[in-house]
C-alpha cells in the first residue's frame, strides 16, 4: 500500500501544503477584524460602566471559603452570581491574547489548525497564540533534536547510519528505550521495503510519534478529557512536590470556568503553611471558589469531605482537589492519597473520578519512577506535563506515553493562566519537529 492511499484512508492531518498560504492569510484578516471590533466594543463599553467594574472585583473577595460554617452561605452567594459575576471575574481582560504579525509562527500555526479540519469561521485567536507559544516554548527541545536531525536526514536518502544517528537523538531527548525501539524498528523496516527520502523519513518518523502518544489516549476512548456536564466530576491533581501542581489546577480552573462549568477547588495541600494562600490566589484569578481550612496541618481528607459537601449541594460540575507533593516522608504521602481516594469514593461513587500526575518535563526521564509509585496510591487515569517551555527533554512525552500507558490529557508551557491546554498529539509533534 502506498502512503498516498494511507493518508488517503485514515485522512491523517498532514502539514504537506507549505506552498498554500490562502488559508492562513484569510485567518489572519478575520482575527484581525475580530480583533478591532472588540476593541472598539471594549472602549464604548469602558466609556459606558467604568465606575461598575470595580464593584465586581471586591465581590471577589467573598469568593473565599475557608471553613465548613461559611460554606452554606458562601456558596449560595456565589450561586447567584455564577452566571454573572463570576464570568466577569475572570480574568480575560487581564491576559486577553494579542494578534502579532503575519509572520511565520502564525503561518505555522494557522496551518496546523488547517490541516486538523477546522473551519475558518471557528478560528480562535486563543488556539493560534497557546499554538505559537507552544511551538515558541519547545525551541529549546527543538534544537537539539530538529536541527540536528535535518542535518543528519540531509537531502539524501535515508541509510541505516542515519537511523543510527536519530536513535541517539531520541535517547539525548528523553524520549526512552521503549519509544525510541519502537520508531527505530518501524523506520528500519520501512528502509528495507524501499528508498526513503528525507521529506517522507521525517513524515514517517511524525506518524509513528503521534501513534507512540496515541496509543494509551485511544485506549480510553475519550480524545480529550473534560467534565461531564450536569454531573459531579472530580479531578484529584497529584506529583512530588514542585512539578506544578498548584499552577496547574489554577490553570484548569480557568479553563473550565471559560468553557461553562461550574467549578470549585478544594485546597487539600494543608502541608505547606503557603499552599493554601497559593492556591486561593489562583482561585480568585480565575474567579472559581476555594474551600480551604487555614488550621495548620488540617486534615487533607477533611477538606476534600466539606469540598464534596458543597459541590453536591449546590450541583458544581468539576471539584479541583490540590494535594501536598512533600510530607514528613513518601509513605505518609502515599496514605494520604489513598485516604483521600476512600473519601472521594465513598461520598461520591456515582462522580467521574480522574486522577491526574502532573509530571514536570524538565525532571525528563525521573518523572517516570514517580508515575509508577503514584499509579498504586492514587489510581492514576492521567498525566499532565508542565514547564514544557524552556526544557530540551520534550521527548519525554513518548516516554511517559510508552512505558506507563497513560493518556496525556493536558500540557503546560508557561507560568501564566493561559499557557495550559489539552494534549492534542498532532500539534505536539508537529511543534517539537517544527521546521525552523
Ligand atoms: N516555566 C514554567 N513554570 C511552571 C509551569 N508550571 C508551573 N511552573 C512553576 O513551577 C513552580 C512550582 O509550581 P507549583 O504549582 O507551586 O508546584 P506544586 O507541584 O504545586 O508544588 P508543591 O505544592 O510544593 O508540591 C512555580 O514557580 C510555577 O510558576 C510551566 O508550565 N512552565
Ligand atoms: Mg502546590
Known amino acids: ?3 498516498q492511499t494511507d493518508d488517503q484512508i485514515f485522512k491523517k492531518p498532514s502539514l504537506d501544503n507549505e506552498e498554500n498560504l490562502d488559508w492562513a492569510k484569510q485567518a489572519y484578516e478575520k482575527l484581525k477584524r475580530q480583533q478591532e471590533e472588540k476593541k472598539k466594543e471594549e472602549e464604548l463599553l469602558n466609556n459606558k460602566i467604568s465606575p461598575v467594574i470595580s464593584t465586581n472585583s471586591s465581590s471577589s473577595e467573598n469568593l473565599e471559603i475557608n471553613s465548613l460554617e461559611e460554606i452554606s452561605s458562601s456558596v449560595d452567594q456565589i450561586d447567584d452570581s455564577n452566571s454573572s459575576s463570576v464570568k466577569n471575574l475572570s480574568p480575560k481582560s487581564l491576559d486577553e491574547p494579542i494578534l ?22 471557528s478560528i480562535s485567536l486563543e488556539e493560534i497564540n497557546w499554538l505559537s507559544r507552544l511551538q515558541q516554548g519547545l525551541e529549546k527541545a527543538r534544537k537539539g533534536f530538529v536541527t540536528d536531525l535535518l542535518e543528519k536526514f540531509g537531502d539524501d536518502p535515508l541509510t541505516p547510519e542515519t537511523l543510527e544517528e536519530l536513535e541517539t537523538l531520541l535517547l539525548r531527548s528523553d524520549a526512552g528505550v521503549d519509544a525510541t525501539d519502537q520508531i527505530i524498528n518501524a523506520l528500519r523496516t520501512r528502509l528495507n521495503e524501499e528508498v526513503l527520502d528525507s521529506k517522507e523519513g521525517l513524515r514517517f ?8 502518544v496515541e496509543k494509551p489516549i485511544n485506549s480510553t476512548g475519550k480524545d480529550e478529557l473534560a467534565p461531564q456536564r450536569n454531573v459531579l466530576n472530580i479531578w484529584l491533581i497529584v506529583g512530588v512536590n514542585g512539578v506544578g501542581k498548584t499552577t496547574t489546577l489554577g490553570k484548569l480552573a480557568n479553563l473550565a470556568l471559560t468553557s461553562g462549568f461550574s ?3 478544594a485546597a487539600a495541600d494543608t502541608f505547606r503553611a503557603a499552599a493554601v494562600e497559593q492556591v486561593k490566589v489562583w482561585g480568585k484569578r480565575s474567579g472559581v471558589p476555594v474551600i480551604s481550612n487555614n488550621t495548620p496541618n488540617a486534615d487533607p481528607a477533611s477538606i476534600v469531605f466539606d469540598a464534596i459537601g458543597a459541590a453536591k449541594s449546590k450541583n458544581f460540575e468539576l471539584l479541583l482537589v490540590d494535594t501536598a507533593g512533600r510530607l ?17 469514593d465513598r461520598l461520591a461513587p456515582d462522580a467521574n473520578v480522574e486522577s491526574l500526575l502532573v509530571l514536570d518535563a524538565t525532571q525528563g526521564q525521573n518523572g517516570l519512577s514517580q508515575a509508577m509509585a503514584f499509579s498504586k496510591s492514587a489510581d492514576l487515569t492521567g498525566v499532565v506535563i508542565t514547564k514544557l517551555d524552556g526544557s530540551s527533554r520534550g521527548g519525554v512525552a513518548f516516554a511517559v506515553a510508552s512505558q506507563t500507558q497513560l493518556p496525556i490529557r493536558f500540557i503546560g508551557a508557561g507560568e501564566g493562566i493561559r499557557d495550559l491546554r489539552p494534549f492534542k498529539s498532532f500539534e505536539f509533534v508537529e511543534a517539537l519537529l517544527a521546521n525552523k
Not at 101 to 116: M, P
Not at 205 to 212: H, R, T
Open 1 to 3: 500500500m502506498t502512503n
Open 205 to 212: 518518523l511524525k506518524e509513528q510519534l503521534c501513534q507512540i
Open 263 to 265: 467549578t470549585l477547588i
Open 328 to 344: 514528613q516522608n513518601k509513605n505518609n504521602l502515599m496514605e494520604e492519597l489513598t485516604k483521600i481516594r476512600k473519601i472521594i
Open 100 to 121: 502579532g504579525d503575519f509572520d511565520d509562527t502564525f503561518t505555522w500555526s494557522a496551518k496546523v489548525l488547517e490541516a486538523q479540519g477546522k473551519k475558518l469561521e
